[in-house]
């Protein structure tokens, strides 16, 4: 098993261009999750999905669009990045609310 | 909104040291789960506490959860360079919430 895959794992994009964060799982898990690192903030819950078609709002959800038409992908969109979008992004899956398995993350830098 | 404090932010140690992790809040939690984090992945959980006052080993880590779930410890015997890492601490408020986490304590263990 891959467990939780992200795509991709680094990225540059210039102010105002888009771009979609994929995450895969293949763990069969309902619930999944798009959290945002920063230096000295910890984990920061972006937009979250308890099952295929649902998403709903984290603590930090503007600026941000997340899609799961599938049950093993949850993508997070980035309709027109700014400087402050700047972080390393993590995905995860879990089991209801329980342990949560996290990707290796994908480092975003926005110029 | 809930919050969670960890303390201190940053620790570093000698190799055979002992260390205590602080996990707080003014709020109560169903459950409490401790996270490590290496550089350049996700983190991984280490334990989840549901009982006020519970206490659980994990070789060389225990991890305790207060009497009134409001606050959780997470001590290290011994210290050994291989537990170099961020130590973060995520609570589950009520049920069908997501985890918060906290801002997380980096832990430097030299030899």
């Known amino acids: 098993n891959a467990g939780v895959t992200q795509t991709p794992k680094f990225r540059v994009l210039k102010t105002g261009q888009s771009m979609t964060l994929l995450c895969a799982q293949d763990m069969n898990h309902e619930y999944m999750y798009w959290y945002r690192q920063d230096p000295g903030m910890g984990l920061r819950l972006i937009h979250y999905s308890v099952g295929e078609g649902t998403t709903a709002k984290g603590e930090v959800p503007d600026g941000y669009n997340v899609s799961r038409l599938k049950k093993q992908n949850f993508l997070l969109g980035l309709e027109s990045a700014a400087p402050s979008q700047t972080s390393v992004y993590f995905c995860?899956?879990?089991?209801?609310?329980?342990?949560?398995?996290f990707g290796p993350g994908t480092r975003l830098t926005v110029l | 909104t809930q919050l969670l404090e960890q303390s201190p932010q940053f620790l570093s140690i000698q190799e055979g040291e002992n260390l205590t992790v602080y996990c707080n809040s003014s709020s109560v939690f169903s459950s409490l789960q401790w996270y490590r984090q290496e550089p350049g992945e996700g983190p991984v959980l280490l334990v989840t506490?549901?009982?006020?006052?519970e206490v659980k080993k994990l070789k060389r880590l225990t991890f305790q959860f207060g009497d009134a779930r409001k606050d959780s410890s997470l001590h290290i015997t011994a210290a050994q360079p291989g537990d170099t890492g961020l130590y973060l601490c995520a609570g589950r408020g009520q049920a069908g919430t997501a985890l918060i986490f906290g801002k997380g304590t980096t832990l430097s263990v030299s030899s």
């Open positions: 995860a899956s879990s089991w209801g609310y329980n342990e949560q398995f």
């Open positions: 506490v549901v009982t006020g006052g």
